[in-house]
């Protein structure tokens, strides 16, 4: 076992069903979905293996492997997984075979087409959360773009064609400029390492100049909170999440925007630990304001699957708060809710989608009283929606309460602001979950709002599973990214405080000359 | 005087490709109608001959004819890739010029010519030398622009070709007048020797020279001709042209400035990072509003004409094996696009509008795939051949401190994903249109098949092709 590239095989074993996919006949639909469900099966069970093997108390990568792959640029196939990456691959690993399970009753139409899209992306994402040299970051982090264009593009709503080229010119403008940064970083990385190199361990060596380091981190800063996304970059946002079709939806949601959050951590604070320490104040204003601001938007959203995009901006918000008051537990609080957010808005997605299968309505107008017609579907739901409201006792609970208490810790003010959007955030789902679920029946077609199906119950059963284990048990993940987490705050600190005071006194002393 | 020593070893690929287009033009003359086809197959022979004899000839710089010719790695490199151009192209051009009843010994013959073109100018170490490579791989171009007999708007495409190309020429051949009367000599390397204490004569000489290589390589602001022609011509004769008049261009390019005037970088980088901006924005803008697939794939060659001058502004070694790069991975991307295009007609004619795409993909889901892959690349996205020739010929930039040169190319390939990823779009979506039907066969779809592979093996496993290309870098060090 231990021979195996385990890593390599996880990633690329979703593309591998994606080519399986390509040589199935397009009208065996049973085999299509079955095949691409396997594959992102497959792909979970060797993630589940990672995660049992994974040494807790390490905080370096782990299941390395490295390879040379261009050399002459000093380019390298290296990939692992530390405490950071990996609740997010967990997270990928979980979601996909659940977004093509919600798309098998909904999608009838070039199947093998979605199926091989939904593989691809997978694999990209599998690869943008493995990946520890910067060109094959990008490469990864730039491949997801295609398949989510194409997903977005042409299975989407009926203003697919704008949201889907608004999404990819949107991420792609941040990104530029980010690969811009990653081959500043590397012409740089020549004189103090020896030899030039786009590898990440090696790069976090690097010092780099203050006023450089301050433009590189506003560069891959804009990359990642583009994708986030942070206010006020985020209004490629609803309407992508609001046009793509469900299963796009909850990818984009549980998954696509954590890349932002994950490379504020992998890539952002390590890299420029003086930049993040000077600017942390100004992105967790930002986050601050998203945090309201998305609070708000969502209240008054007469569209549900756009009250639910909203909310995104909101409770990612609060995560990118956590990542820049840079306390331990504050961080470990973020990437918990990166999970969380995942799991409780990915199943406010399906719960959607599932509404509007049947009455193809996304207005709250058009819902009252569903409950009544759909019995199993309204506790399910409503545990969702306590869930991402962070009740006690569910998984959301956890990740704000760490993510506050690291916050207060470092800024109380901070803190007292973010929680007026735990407190919105009960009020407009709540709100929503009254609107559509109780009172008088309202809906027009009765007679199509048939309860769950086997199928459709069995999206939930994993999401609620891990509602509650998370909810209850959090310390399986927050105990496999302590040690990593530990070793990213601490070193940020030292470095961008050591840098800060050198700076500081060799300014002190050319003034005393 | 003694005569120079004439060795015509070194000139093996010159000469196997002048026999094959001379072989083939008589061959195209005594073969029977219901034969010509085998014309096809002569040619590729001959190319595939070539390229092997390219391939293996030594990289060791060895000067020929008094200084007038030079073989070595740039020369070796070069003249793969305009081989490996004029193989597609005639692939691509396979069924297309059968069922339009333009087959003829002529045409192939012109393509061998111009890619001769291409491959002399890689070669030259003298003005006199570029100058005709420059016009052996003109003629062939205004010639098979216009070989459309019977089609006015090819007739018309030949003449604005020919008149402006002639334009083009004048100015170039005008530089050379004044470069030789400053320099006394139209070697390069008294150029180099020139161009530490320059007159104003040499400066003008030079600006001239480069205009008339801006005029070929259709470049900002000398690149009105293209659109028209690129509209109006046959279309694997568009196709081939995009490709090859860039890669004798940017030879072209690499030679003069790069090699020989490569001690005065810090001079001639200005102007062409100011030509190469402004190509890079007016491609790609110009390049969002276009119709027609032939004019969206015009301004897009314009567009990478600003991408690849980076690399020669970097004026480095590295920059020198990134525009090698990049040649390769365009001919490769814009070859493929053009094959999917070709696989298609409108009633018998051109599918050339972007709106006769729609619904194709679902037709032939391969095409569409196919037509993806390449526009992806085009984009410069990743994991394929334009991400990484980007990425190369940006770091190349970024090293020689070009950084807004390289900030206006990340965003302009931003534009350029838009109007790319259009016509990939469009393939995918909306209802195939009754007109619209297949012209495939099996020569396009090895060009097409090749073009794919190239694509994508470039993005993923270059290893291999960018040591070949880096040999470019060595000749400067």
Do not use: C
């Not at chain 1, 996919?21 to 397009?26: E, F, H, Q, S, Y």
């Not at chain 1, 992306?121 to 094959?136: H, I, N, W």
């Not at chain 2, 007159?199 to 259709?218: C, E, P």
């Not at chain 2, 396009?444 to 098949?449: I, P, Q, S, Y």
């Amino acid at each position: 076992m231990m021979g195996l590239p385990m890593m390599t095989i996880l990633i690329f074993l979703p593309l591998a069903a994606a080519i399986v996919v390509a040589a199935i006949d397009r009208k065996k639909t049973g085999a299509l979905y079955g095949v691409g469900l396997a594959g992102s099966l497959a792909a979970l069970a060797l993630a589940a293996v990672v995660f049992v093997r994974f040494d807790p108390d390490q905080a370096a990568l782990q299941f390395v492997e490295r390879m040379a792959w261009i050399p002459s640029a000093g380019v390298s196939y290296h990939i692992g997984v530390d405490g950071i990456s990996l609740p997010l691959v967990m997270l990928t690993a979980v979601i996909m075979p659940l977004a093509l399970l919600s798309a098998w009753g909904s999608i009838a139409e070039r199947i093998k087409e979605f199926v091989f899209s939904m593989l691809v992306l997978e694999t990209a994402l599998l690869g943008t959360f493995l990946a520890a040299d910067l060109v094959l970051f990008y490469v990864f982090w730039e491949a997801v773009l295609i398949p989510m264009y194409f997903i977005i593009g042409l299975w989407g709503g009926p203003r697919r064609s704008y949201a889907a080229v608004k999404f990819i010119l949107y991420t792609m403008t941040g990104s530029a400029l980010m690969l811009v940064a990653i081959i500043t970083l590397y012409l740089h990385s020549g004189p103090s390492l020896g030899a030039r190199t786009f590898d990440l361990a090696q790069l976090r060596q690097l010092r780099v100049a203050m006023p450089l380091q301050a433009w590189l981190f506003g560069a891959f800063a804009l990359a990642f909170a583009i994708k986030v996304p942070v206010w006020p970059l985020h209004t490629w946002l609803p309407d992508a999440h609001v046009e793509a079709p469900t299963a796009g939806s909850v990818v984009l949601a549980a998954v696509l925007l954590k890349m932002g959050t994950y490379g504020f951590l992998r890539f952002l604070l390590p890299l420029f630990p003086q930049a993040t320490l000077q600017f942390a104040p100004l992105l967790s204003a930002l986050a601050i304001l998203g945090i309201i601001y998305g609070g708000i938007v969502s209240w008054a959203q007469p569209d549900v699957k756009r009250l639910v995009a909203m909310s995104s901006v909101s409770h990612l918000g609060l995560v990118t708060l956590g990542v820049f008051v840079m306390t331990v537990p504050a961080i470990q609080g973020s990437l918990l809710q990166m999970v969380n957010h995942g799991i409780s808005t990915g199943g406010l997605f399906l719960i959607v989608g599932v509404l509007y299968d049947r009455t193809h309505s996304r207005l709250l107008g058009d819902y009252g009283g569903v409950a009544a017609l759909m019995p199993r579907l309204a506790p399910l739901a409503l545990i969702v929606v306590l869930s991402s409201l962070a009740l006690p006792g569910t998984n959301g609970f956890v990740g704000e309460f760490l993510i506050l208490l690291g916050t207060f810790r470092a800024n109380p003010v901070y803190a007292a602001l973010a929680t007026s959007g735990v407190i919105l955030s009960a009020v407009y789902l709540l709100w929503m979950y009254q609107r559509v679920m109780q009172g008088p029946v309202a809906v027009k077609e009765r007679a199509r709002m048939t309860d769950l199906t086997r199928r459709e119950q069995w999206l939930f059963i994993p999401l609620i599973a891990l509602i509650f284990w998370i909810g209850v048990y959090p310390s399986a993940l927050l105990r496999r990214s302590e040690a990593s987490v530990r070793a990213l705050v601490q070193d940020v600190r030292e470095r961008g405080n050591a840098a800060h005071l050198a700076s500081h006194e060799s300014r002190v002393t050319s003034h005393d000359r | 005087m003694t005569p120079p020593a004439v060795d015509l070893r070194l000139l093996v690929p010159e000469l196997v490709v002048t026999a094959t287009a001379v072989a083939v033009m008589l061959a195209g003359l005594f073969l029977p109608a219901g034969r010509q086809h085998l014309l096809r197959w002569l040619a590729a022979v001959g190319t595939l001959a070539a390229l092997g004899t390219t391939l293996t000839a030594g990289a060791d710089p060895t000067p020929a004819f008094a200084g007038m010719y030079v073989r070595d790695a740039l020369t070796r490199v070069i003249q793969a890739t305009a081989l490996l151009a004029v193989l597609l192209a005639q692939w691509l051009s396979g069924e297309y010029v059968e069922r339009t009843g333009l087959e003829a010994g002529e045409y192939y013959a012109l393509m061998l010519v111009a890619a001769l073109g291409a491959m002399l100018m890689a070669a030259s170490s003298d003005l006199i030398m570029l100058f005709l490579g420059l016009e052996t791989l003109s003629i062939p171009l205004y010639v098979l622009a216009a070989f459309a007999r019977t089609d006015l708007r090819s007739q018309e495409a030949g003449l604005k070709y020919f008149l402006l190309g002639a334009f083009g020429t004048a100015f170039f051949l005008y530089g050379i007048a004044l470069l030789f009367g400053a320099t006394g000599s139209t070697g390069y390397r008294a150029l180099a020797e020139h161009a530490r204490t320059p007159a104003v004569i040499f400066q003008a000489g030079l600006a001239l020279l480069t205009i008339g290589l801006a005029f070929k390589a259709a470049v900002v602001p000398f690149h009105f001709w293209a659109p028209d022609v690129y509209e109006g011509a046959p279309l694997p004769a568009t196709a081939y042209m995009s490709v090859i008049a860039k890669v004798g261009a940017f030879a072209a390019f690499l030679r003069v400035y790069v090699v020989a005037l490569a001690a005065q970088a810090g001079e001639w980088s200005t102007l062409l990072a100011a030509i190469s901006v402004l190509t890079m924005i007016v491609g790609n803008v110009a390049a969002l509003r276009q119709t027609s697939i032939k004019r969206l794939l015009a301004y897009s060659s314009i567009a990478h004409a600003g991408f690849i001058l980076t690399g020669v502004v970097a004026g480095t070694p590295s920059g020198a094996s990134a525009v090698a790069f990049y040649l390769l991975a365009y001919t490769f991307m814009t070859l493929g696009a053009f094959a999917v295009v070709l696989m298609l007609h409108r009633r018998g004619e051109e599918a050339d509008q972007i709106a006769d795409l729609s619904g194709v993909a679902w037709r032939a889901p391969a095409l569409g795939g196919a037509m993806a892959l390449f526009m992806v690349s085009l984009a410069g996205l990743p994991p394929t051949a334009g991400f990484l020739a980007k990425f190369y010929v940006f770091t190349a930039a970024l090293d020689a401190g070009q950084i807004g040169v390289v900030v206006t190319g990340v965003l302009t390939s931003v534009v350029s994903a838009y109007y790319y990823l259009r016509v990939a779009y469009t393939m995918f979506t909306g209802q195939p249109h009754e007109d619209v039907g297949f012209a495939g066969g099996r020569w396009v779809t090895a060009a097409l098949v090749t073009a794919s592979a190239g694509v994508v093996v470039l993005g993923i496993f270059p290893g291999r092709v960018i040591s070949f290309v880096q040999q470019v870098g060595e000749i400067l060090r």
